[in-house]
């Protein structure tokens, strides 16, 4: 895509009124150019052909042909950004996509046709104008990949992290599985994670992460002392920090307020890690759109503690990694892959950092 030319999108909706609804939403968009709509999966198919968009926005649900084989196909034929945006209730059907190819997701308020549908707007748009950022090949090398197995060997337990903290926003599900999903065993360091991701799905997510990897995941609750091979999750819709209480270092929850331009906020939880944890913190920033994290690595390295960014050779969208890199506090810029062998091995030196700032330029 130009920089300036219009985000050319296709709609998929059995719903007509959803269609009518999710089409006025982007229409009104000075960036965004509704090109078509379907009402099925074999109608959506052949218009992504025909049309060649740049994004196509799917409901899970459709006759013909369902979203999964849609994903499917179009990943195989025409890799193509989606954005689910469905009304189906189990958080399991919007991880199986994006596992399948979708970049991110919102959820209808109702599978029903209601005025309500409209409150996604401006999430919808929001994600939407992102996809400029986005490099779809990205995602295809990550469609039904499997990470290496990383063993603990010989490493010293001493040299080891003892928390670490990611951020990660578009693209971060998918990342954060292939990241943990590498440990052959759990490691001996526990992990606090703030994904951008909303309410009702951040415990399906860490349940998800507690089945399918060595980890134990959990969505964070508040009051939780942090446990080796353990990864607690901030929830949807909260900001999720770290305390002392009697000597102790313990989770604790923080209502979002309108006010908040990232919920949950890798800010916050990097600045409360690094005040509680120290040199004992390894701070890491995935894939995303926005500076969410920016401001916390600072305080990850005035407190001592080591930042490893996600390289731009495999990031979904470089946003928030380029922006961590940009602060010249980052000590390794590492592709996804070798990110889980960096927190077994322990890094431990800022003799790198800055060293991969040429990949920003």
Do not use: W
């Not at 195989?76 to 996509?97: H, L, N, Q, W, Y």
């Not at 549908?117 to 469609?143: M, S, Y």
């Not at 080891?160 to 990660?168: D, E, N, Q, T």
């Not at 916050?268 to 120290?278: D, I, Y």
């Amino acid at each position: 895509m130009m920089a300036r030319s219009l985000i050319r999108v296709l709609v998929i909706d059995d719903s007509a009124f959803s269609r009518q609804a999710i089409t006025r939403m982007l229409d009104a968009s000075p960036l965004v150019e509704v090109v078509g709509v379907a009402r099925d999966g074999e109608e959506a198919l052949r218009k992504t052909f025909e049309l060649q968009p740049d994004l196509i926005t799917v409901d899970l649900e459709m006759p013909r042909m369902d979203g999964f084989t849609f994903l499917r196909v179009v990943m195989s034929k025409r890799p193509t950004p989606v954005i689910v945006v469905s009304g189906r209730t189990g958080e399991e059907d919007v991880f199986r996509a994006l596992e399948l190819g979708a970049v991110d997701f919102v959820c209808k308020p109702s599978p029903r046709a209601t005025p309500e549908l409209n409150n996604i707007e401006h999430e919808l748009v929001r994600k939407v104008h992102a996809i400029r950022d986005l490099r779809i090949e990205k995602v295809q090398t990550r469609i039904g990949s499997t990470p290496a197995l990383v063993q603990e060997g010989g490493v010293l337990p001493s040299s080891m992290p003892k928390v670490v903290a990611i951020g990660s926003s578009t693209g971060g599900p998918a990342s954060l599985m292939q990241v943990f999903s590498a440990f052959a065993d759990a490691p001996q360091c526990s992990f606090v994670v703030a994904q951008h991701m909303p309410a009702g799905f951040t415990r399906g997510f860490a349940e998800r992460i507690d089945r399918l990897t060595r980890l134990r995941g959990i969505e964070a609750e508040g009051g939780e002392t942090l446990s080796p091979g353990t990864v607690l999750i901030a929830p949807g819709g909260k900001h999720l920090e770290l305390e002392n209480i009697g000597g102790r270092v313990v989770t604790r929850l923080i209502a979002a307020d309108s006010r908040d331009k990232y919920t949950p906020s890798v800010d916050r939880l990097f600045e409360s890690a690094a005040k509680h944890v120290g040199a004992d913190l390894l701070a890491v920033v995935l894939t995303g759109m926005g500076d969410d994290g920016r401001e916390g690595v600072r305080s990850v390295h005035l407190g001592g503690g080591s930042v490893i960014a996600e390289s731009e050779s495999t990031a979904v969208i470089f946003g928030m990694p380029q922006q961590a890199i940009r602060t010249g506090l980052v000590d390794q810029v590492l592709p996804l892959g070798e990110i889980a062998g960096a927190i077994q091995m322990g890094y431990r030196t800022s003799s790198r950092r800055g060293q991969d700032h040429e990949e920003t330029s």
